[in-house]
């Protein structure tokens, strides 16, 4: 896809976003083509917490998760990765997901001490 095509439809999507409200595989959708195709991880990272605050709780812990993923790729969102693993760890304990999430925390600690807060 060509830029302006591919800019085209990263404002359509918004637009169908902005009409028919917060649709989970329109949003899904959204946050990948702004990642893959647009390279614009603020944007992915607005949508995913827009969807934690208003889709249905079900939803939570697949857009944290999404959110520690697209942190644990950018070095210098490391702390905010950091931030959405206790995230987990606290509204999920006793998960399989809180087991993870302490894992990778502590291997983050290890890796970088200095952003132990």
């Given amino acids: 896809m060509r830029r302006g095509g591919t800019i085209d439809a990263a404002l359509e999507i918004d637009a ?3 009409r028919h409200g917060l649709d989970r ?5 959204a946050v990948d083509f702004h990642l893959d195709k647009l390279g614009s991880p603020a944007r992915a ?3 995913l917490r827009r969807m ?13 998760q999404r959110l ?10 490391q702390p905010k990765a950091m931030t959405e693993l206790r995230r987990v760890i606290a509204r999920f ?25």
């Fill in 16 to 18: 169908l976003l902005s």
């Fill in 25 to 29: 595989g329109l949003c899904l959708l």
């Fill in 45 to 47: 990272e607005a949508l």
């Fill in 52 to 64: 934690r605050a208003e889709l249905p709780a079900e939803w939570e812990a697949f857009a944290t």
């Fill in 68 to 77: 520690i993923d697209l942190y644990m790729t950018r070095e210098d969102s």
């Fill in 93 to 117: 304990p006793g998960t399989p997901e809180a087991s993870g999430a302490l894992v990778c925390l502590e291997r983050l600690r290890q890796d970088h001490p200095v952003l132990v807060v």
